[in-house]
């Protein structure tokens, strides 16, 4: 990311565009620790606002879902590594990529930015699953539309996991 890219004022929503959504999120006080610096569990809620809005982009709507349909999306694995800290009243962006979708599943590569500095680095696996609780594949309009989000991403099967 450039730092031209870094300092633009973005949409509360993010942007979506060459396979990449970027989501921003301003630090505030209730953010951080003693030390003053972003508290480590709080990465998870910027990454989920992020794909929140990413997967709403995308025409998933969650509470829409589940009364609709008895859909949902639940973080299966998450893998997460802190590189740098942020500070208070940081302009972070969130930036999320598709690298695969399966079945049910949607893996994403969120990572956190200051201007070109790379703060996080996670891997997210959500799940897409029926009103009892159990996997169903991923809607086919949720499925086309991610599909065209990223021009290579690795489609696989259910039966491949």
Do not use: W
Not at 26 to 36: I, S
Not at 55 to 78: K, N, P, Y
Not at 123 to 150: D, E, H, K, W, Y
């Amino acid at each position: 990311m450039s730092a031209a890219r870094g300092s633009e004022k973005l949409p509360r929503e993010g942007t979506l565009e060459g396979g990449v959504h970027r989501f921003p999120v301003r630090v505030y006080y209730e953010d951080t620790d003693a030390a003053g610096i972003v508290y480590y569990a709080n990465y998870l809620k910027f990454i989920e606002r992020a794909r929140t809005e990413m997967l709403r982009r995308h025409g998933v709507e969650h509470a829409t879902s589940r009364q609709a349909d008895g859909t949902a999306f639940i973080v299966r694995r998450s893998e997460i590594e802190y590189e740098m800290p942020a500070r208070l009243d940081d302009e972070l962006v969130v930036e999320t990529r598709l690298r695969e979708l399966g079945g049910a599943t949607i893996l994403l590569a969120q990572d956190v930015l200051r201007d070109d500095a790379v703060l996080v680095r996670a891997i997210v696996l959500i799940a897409c699953i029926g009103a009892q609780g159990r996997p169903v594949r991923l809607p086919a309009a949720l499925r086309a539309t991610l599909s065209s989000f990223n021009a290579k991403p690795r489609m696989v099967t259910a039966h491949a996991r």
